[in-house]
């Protein structure tokens, strides 16, 4: 996560950070993992992987409204 966001992820609610878990928590379940599989991985439980989830999709419909992230988004799926 860290290669993302360009600095150390810490136990914080930043938005860069929060965004950033929330990306990859997307990406992660697209691979087929489980939202509670995923939430072990980065450290969330299960229902706050299901919630990024919608972020992220709420991004994808309206990238202007979320201009860094969606260019994070971006710029994430094509490093995959």
């Given at each position: ?9 810490a136990?914080?609610r ?29 450290g969330?439980?299960h ?7 919608g ?6 419909l309206?990238p202007?409204?979320y201009?860094?992230e969606?260019?994070?988004?971006l ?6």
């Amino acid at each position: 996560m860290e290669g993302i966001i360009g600095e150390p992820m810490a136990e914080t609610r930043t938005n860069r950070q929060v965004w950033a878990r929330a990306i990859i928590a997307d990406e992660l379940y697209g691979e087929g993992l489980t939202t509670q599989v995923i939430g072990e991985l980065i450290g969330r439980d299960h229902s706050t992987v299901t919630h990024y989830r919608g972020m992220v999709k709420a991004m994808i419909l309206a990238p202007v409204m979320y201009a860094w992230e969606y260019e994070t988004y971006l710029d994430f799926q094509a490093e995959i």
